[in-house]
Protein backbone atom coordinates (compact mmCIF):
# COMPACT_ATOMS: atom_id res chain seq x y z
CA UNK A 1 0.00 0.00 0.00
CA UNK A 2 1.11 3.42 -0.70
CA UNK A 3 2.27 4.92 2.85
CA UNK A 4 0.75 8.31 1.68
CA UNK A 5 -2.69 6.49 1.00
CA UNK A 6 -5.24 6.91 3.50
CA UNK A 7 -6.25 2.81 5.02
CA UNK A 8 -9.94 4.24 4.93
CA UNK A 9 -10.90 6.97 3.31
CA UNK A 10 -15.07 8.01 3.08
CA UNK A 11 -16.23 11.01 0.81
CA UNK A 12 -19.54 12.49 0.85
CA UNK A 13 -21.47 9.85 2.67
CA UNK A 14 -25.21 10.18 2.68
CA UNK A 15 -27.33 7.68 4.11
CA UNK A 16 -31.21 7.55 4.09
CA UNK A 17 -33.97 5.98 6.07
CA UNK A 18 -36.81 6.88 4.27
CA UNK A 19 -37.45 10.54 4.74
CA UNK A 20 -34.76 10.33 7.62
CA UNK A 21 -31.26 11.71 6.23
CA UNK A 22 -28.72 10.05 9.21
CA UNK A 23 -25.03 10.82 7.16
CA UNK A 24 -25.02 13.83 5.74
CA UNK A 25 -21.88 14.25 3.03
CA UNK A 26 -19.38 12.61 5.60
CA UNK A 27 -16.00 12.91 4.29
CA UNK A 28 -12.86 11.24 6.63
CA UNK A 29 -9.84 9.22 6.20
CA UNK A 30 -7.99 6.68 8.49
CA UNK A 31 -4.26 6.64 8.36
CA UNK A 32 -2.08 3.88 8.77
CA UNK A 33 -1.81 3.10 12.60
CA UNK A 34 -3.83 5.93 13.73
CA UNK A 35 -6.52 6.04 16.27
CA UNK A 36 -9.09 8.12 15.63
CA UNK A 37 -11.71 8.87 17.86
CA UNK A 38 -15.45 9.76 16.66
CA UNK A 39 -17.50 11.72 19.75
CA UNK A 40 -21.21 13.47 19.80
CA UNK A 41 -24.18 13.48 21.16
CA UNK A 42 -26.73 9.92 21.01
CA UNK A 43 -28.15 9.76 17.94
CA UNK A 44 -26.09 11.73 15.98
CA UNK A 45 -24.71 8.93 13.21
CA UNK A 46 -21.52 8.24 14.66
CA UNK A 47 -22.40 4.12 14.89
CA UNK A 48 -23.94 4.57 11.66
CA UNK A 49 -21.38 5.63 10.13
CA UNK A 50 -18.62 2.86 11.46
CA UNK A 51 -21.04 0.53 10.12
CA UNK A 52 -21.25 1.76 6.74
CA UNK A 53 -16.98 1.61 6.73
CA UNK A 54 -17.43 -2.54 6.67
CA UNK A 55 -21.03 -2.24 4.71
CA UNK A 56 -23.70 -3.16 8.13
CA UNK A 57 -25.27 0.04 6.74
CA UNK A 58 -25.29 0.43 2.89
CA UNK A 59 -24.71 4.17 2.40
CA UNK A 60 -27.38 5.69 -0.18
CA UNK A 61 -24.49 7.93 -1.43
CA UNK A 62 -21.01 8.24 -1.52
CA UNK A 63 -17.61 5.98 -1.86
CA UNK A 64 -15.71 4.54 1.14
CA UNK A 65 -11.96 2.96 -0.40
CA UNK A 66 -9.90 0.71 1.88
CA UNK A 67 -6.30 0.38 1.36
CA UNK A 68 -7.60 2.15 -2.59
CA UNK A 69 -10.28 -0.56 -3.66
CA UNK A 70 -13.98 0.54 -3.32
CA UNK A 71 -15.77 -1.23 -0.23
CA UNK A 72 -18.55 -2.66 -2.28
CA UNK A 73 -20.50 -5.77 -2.89
CA UNK A 74 -17.86 -7.40 -4.98
CA UNK A 75 -14.95 -6.60 -2.37
CA UNK A 76 -16.74 -6.65 1.03
CA UNK A 77 -15.86 -10.09 1.75
CA UNK A 78 -11.61 -9.59 1.39
CA UNK A 79 -12.33 -5.91 3.21
CA UNK A 80 -14.33 -7.88 5.96
CA UNK A 81 -10.98 -9.94 6.81
CA UNK A 82 -9.20 -7.07 7.16
CA UNK A 83 -11.27 -5.00 9.28
CA UNK A 84 -12.25 -6.48 12.73
CA UNK A 85 -15.38 -4.80 14.79
CA UNK A 86 -16.14 -4.89 18.73
CA UNK A 87 -19.64 -4.31 19.48
CA UNK A 88 -21.25 -2.59 21.71
CA UNK A 89 -23.07 -5.70 23.19
CA UNK A 90 -20.71 -8.16 22.63
CA UNK A 91 -22.31 -10.21 20.16
CA UNK A 92 -20.85 -13.52 21.39
CA UNK A 93 -22.18 -16.71 19.95
CA UNK A 94 -23.97 -17.94 23.83
CA UNK A 95 -24.16 -21.78 22.71
CA UNK A 96 -20.37 -21.42 21.74
CA UNK A 97 -17.73 -22.10 24.39
CA UNK A 98 -14.97 -18.74 24.68
CA UNK A 99 -12.59 -21.01 22.61
CA UNK A 100 -14.94 -22.02 19.47
CA UNK A 101 -16.35 -17.92 19.87
CA UNK A 102 -12.38 -17.21 18.90
CA UNK A 103 -11.52 -20.14 16.27
CA UNK A 104 -14.55 -20.25 14.85
CA UNK A 105 -13.74 -17.59 12.22
CA UNK A 106 -10.53 -18.13 11.10
CA UNK A 107 -10.85 -22.08 10.53
CA UNK A 108 -14.01 -21.11 7.95
CA UNK A 109 -12.95 -17.58 6.96
CA UNK A 110 -9.26 -17.99 6.58
CA UNK A 111 -8.81 -21.79 6.52
CA UNK A 112 -6.66 -22.04 9.65
CA UNK A 113 -6.30 -25.26 10.44
CA UNK A 114 -8.23 -26.14 14.03
CA UNK A 115 -4.61 -26.41 16.14
CA UNK A 116 -3.07 -23.52 14.47
CA UNK A 117 -6.41 -21.26 15.65
CA UNK A 118 -6.93 -22.61 19.09
CA UNK A 119 -3.05 -22.06 19.41
CA UNK A 120 -3.36 -18.44 18.60
CA UNK A 121 -7.16 -18.65 20.68
CA UNK A 122 -4.71 -19.28 23.37
CA UNK A 123 -1.83 -17.30 23.29
CA UNK A 124 -4.68 -14.37 23.17
CA UNK A 125 -6.16 -15.44 25.92
CA UNK A 126 -3.23 -15.86 27.93
CA UNK A 127 -2.39 -12.16 27.12
CA UNK A 128 -5.55 -10.47 28.25
CA UNK A 129 -5.36 -13.20 31.58
CA UNK A 130 -8.61 -14.90 30.57
CA UNK A 131 -7.27 -18.67 29.60
CA UNK A 132 -8.81 -20.10 32.20
CA UNK A 133 -12.30 -18.95 30.72
CA UNK A 134 -11.24 -21.06 27.48
CA UNK A 135 -14.21 -24.10 27.82
CA UNK A 136 -16.49 -21.72 29.25
CA UNK A 137 -19.77 -20.21 27.99
CA UNK A 138 -20.42 -16.33 27.56
CA UNK A 139 -22.99 -16.35 30.06
CA UNK A 140 -20.31 -17.25 32.81
CA UNK A 141 -18.47 -13.65 32.12
CA UNK A 142 -18.58 -10.82 33.57
CA UNK A 143 -19.83 -7.93 30.98
CA UNK A 144 -15.75 -6.77 31.09
CA UNK A 145 -14.75 -10.25 30.30
CA UNK A 146 -17.22 -10.52 27.46
CA UNK A 147 -15.69 -7.55 25.78
CA UNK A 148 -12.09 -8.45 26.06
CA UNK A 149 -13.08 -11.77 24.80
CA UNK A 150 -15.01 -9.67 21.30
CA UNK A 151 -11.79 -8.22 21.07
CA UNK A 152 -9.63 -11.30 20.96
CA UNK A 153 -12.67 -12.84 18.64
CA UNK A 154 -11.16 -9.66 16.38
CA UNK A 155 -8.06 -9.75 16.71
CA UNK A 156 -7.83 -13.72 16.14
CA UNK A 157 -8.48 -12.89 12.36
CA UNK A 158 -5.62 -10.97 12.49
CA UNK A 159 -6.65 -7.36 11.14
CA UNK A 160 -5.19 -4.16 9.72
CA UNK A 161 -7.63 -2.28 11.17
CA UNK A 162 -10.48 -2.45 14.36
CA UNK A 163 -13.54 -0.77 14.68
CA UNK A 164 -15.07 -0.17 17.78
CA UNK A 165 -18.51 0.86 18.21
CA UNK A 166 -19.03 2.07 21.45
CA UNK A 167 -17.14 -1.13 23.04
CA UNK A 168 -17.65 0.52 26.72
CA UNK A 169 -21.29 1.68 27.17
CA UNK A 170 -23.25 -1.78 28.05
CA UNK A 171 -20.69 -2.24 30.94
CA UNK A 172 -20.90 -1.23 34.62
CA UNK A 173 -18.19 1.26 35.36
CA UNK A 174 -15.93 -0.78 37.43
CA UNK A 175 -15.71 -2.86 34.11
CA UNK A 176 -15.05 -0.11 31.56
CA UNK A 177 -11.21 0.70 32.73
CA UNK A 178 -9.93 -3.15 31.72
CA UNK A 179 -11.74 -2.71 28.28
CA UNK A 180 -9.90 0.50 28.04
CA UNK A 181 -6.30 -0.99 28.48
CA UNK A 182 -6.61 -3.55 26.58
CA UNK A 183 -7.33 -0.90 23.94
CA UNK A 184 -4.56 1.29 25.06
CA UNK A 185 -2.08 -1.68 24.62
CA UNK A 186 -3.48 -2.13 20.69
CA UNK A 187 -3.31 1.66 20.25
CA UNK A 188 0.61 1.29 21.33
CA UNK A 189 0.94 -1.61 19.31
CA UNK A 190 0.39 0.71 16.13
CA UNK A 191 -3.02 -0.93 15.26
CA UNK A 192 -4.82 1.47 13.07
CA UNK A 193 -8.66 2.00 15.06
CA UNK A 194 -11.92 3.98 14.57
CA UNK A 195 -13.72 4.56 17.57
CA UNK A 196 -16.67 5.63 18.86
CA UNK A 197 -17.01 6.38 22.30
CA UNK A 198 -18.58 8.50 24.75
CA UNK A 199 -15.16 8.03 27.26
CA UNK A 200 -13.92 11.37 26.88
CA UNK A 201 -10.82 10.65 29.13
CA UNK A 202 -9.77 7.83 26.88
CA UNK A 203 -9.92 9.98 23.35
CA UNK A 204 -7.73 12.67 24.82
CA UNK A 205 -5.44 10.33 25.87
CA UNK A 206 -4.93 8.13 23.42
CA UNK A 207 -6.59 8.92 20.13
CA UNK A 208 -4.23 10.52 16.86
CA UNK A 209 -7.45 12.75 16.15
CA UNK A 210 -10.66 13.56 17.65
CA UNK A 211 -14.32 13.64 15.51
CA UNK A 212 -16.80 15.56 16.59
CA UNK A 213 -20.20 14.55 14.68
CA UNK A 214 -23.67 15.88 15.33
CA UNK A 215 -27.14 15.82 12.95
CA UNK A 216 -25.38 13.38 10.47
CA UNK A 217 -22.56 15.64 10.37
CA UNK A 218 -18.59 16.41 10.89
CA UNK A 219 -18.69 20.00 12.98
CA UNK A 220 -14.91 19.92 13.89
CA UNK A 221 -11.72 17.30 13.72
CA UNK A 222 -8.72 18.02 15.25
CA UNK A 223 -5.95 16.44 17.74
CA UNK A 224 -6.92 15.88 21.24
CA UNK A 225 -5.66 19.00 23.06
CA UNK A 226 -7.22 21.36 20.04
CA UNK A 227 -10.29 19.70 20.41
CA UNK A 228 -10.80 19.70 23.92
CA UNK A 229 -9.26 22.54 25.14
CA UNK A 230 -9.68 25.44 22.07
CA UNK A 231 -13.61 24.10 20.53
CA UNK A 232 -14.79 26.11 17.81
CA UNK A 233 -17.84 25.01 16.91
CA UNK A 234 -20.87 26.42 19.40
CA UNK A 235 -22.39 22.47 19.43
CA UNK A 236 -19.03 20.97 20.29
CA UNK A 237 -18.58 23.94 23.02
CA UNK A 238 -21.81 22.54 24.65
CA UNK A 239 -21.26 19.15 24.24
CA UNK A 240 -18.20 19.56 26.00
CA UNK A 241 -19.68 21.69 28.62
CA UNK A 242 -22.20 18.25 29.28
CA UNK A 243 -19.78 15.33 29.49
CA UNK A 244 -16.41 16.95 31.18
Known sequence: MDNNMPVISAKNLNLWYGDFKALKGISLDVGEREITALIGPSGCGKSTFLRCL??????????????????????????????GMVFQHFNLFPHKTVLQNITMAPVTLKKKTAAAAKEQAMALLERIGLADKANE?????????????AIVRALAMDPEVMLFDEPTSALDPEMVGEVLDLMRDLAKEGMTMA????????????????????DGKILEEGVPEELFDRPK?????????KVL
Not at 61 to 78: T, Y
Not at 139 to 148: A, F
Not at 198 to 213: C, I, K, L
Open 54 to 83: NRLEIPTGGSIKFEGVEVDDDHIDSVRQKM
Open 137 to 149: FPNMLSGGQKQRI
Open 195 to 214: VVTHEMGFAREVADRVVFMA
Open 233 to 241: DPRLQDFLS
